[in-house]
Every structure is written in C-alpha cells, then in structure tokens.
C-alpha cells in the first residue's frame, strides 16, 4: 500500500512562494508518475504537473513559467514550487501516483493513489 503525505501550503500575500512537498512511501516501482493537481471550492480539479521516472515534466499553462515540479528520489519525494502566487492559485492542492505505466502527462487523470492535500490561500 503507497501512501502520499503533502505539507507546505499556508497563507501567502499574492507574489509569493511556497514549496509544496509530497512524501510517498514504499520503493521505488520501476516505472511511475507523479502529478500535483488543485482544486478551488465550487470548480473541478486541475492537473497543473506531472513528473516521470524518466525525468519527463509538463505543466499547465495556467502554471507554466510559475510553478516547478521537481523529485529527490533519495527521500522519495516530489516537490512543487510555486512562485508568483495569486488570488486564483487558492486551492487545496494534491498529489497522486501511478505505476502501472502508459503516458505521464499533466493532463492525466486516472491516478492509483491520492493523498489528503494541502491548501494553498493567497490573499
């Protein structure tokens, strides 16, 4: 069973930083995809990024140039920093794990495993 703890988020003045980790539990599988995706109350979930074992990255253009998602394998962790925050990054942002294989995009949604999130306000 994977677990996924994510931490970081808090309430920020618009323009800022923060950097969202996203720690999962168990070994490295030999293929995998890991995504951030957010979700602001009264609209539907957004997948913002997407990162594969083979280093493969995409971002949605609502993020792109702001946000970075990035991975220490060592700690088994994939972070999101998310820069030049705005009101409309307010949400509460998940990550999520695949290794069953196929294609590892920001815009896949069918993900085995979710954690419980993280908010992200800006004010």
């Known amino acids: 069973h994977v677990q996924l703890v994510e931490s970081g988020g808090g309430s920020v003045q618009a323009g800022g930083s923060l950097r969202l980790s996203c720690v999962r539990s168990?070994?490295?599988?030999?293929?995998?995809?890991m995504g951030w995706f957010r979700q602001a109350p009264g609209k539907e979930r957004e997948g913002i990024a997407a990162i594969g074992k083979d280093g493969s990255i995409s971002y949605a253009d609502s993020v792109k140039g702001r946000f970075t998602i990035s991975q220490d394998n060592a700690k088994n962790t994939v972070y999101l920093q998310v820069n030049s925050l705005k009101p409309e990054d307010t949400a509460m942002y998940a990550c999520a794990a695949d290794f069953r294989g196929g294609y590892c995009h920001r815009s896949r949604d069918d993900y085995e495993y979710w954690g419980q999130g993280t908010q992200v306000t800006v004010s």
């Open positions: 168990g070994s490295l599988p030999n293929w995998y995809c």
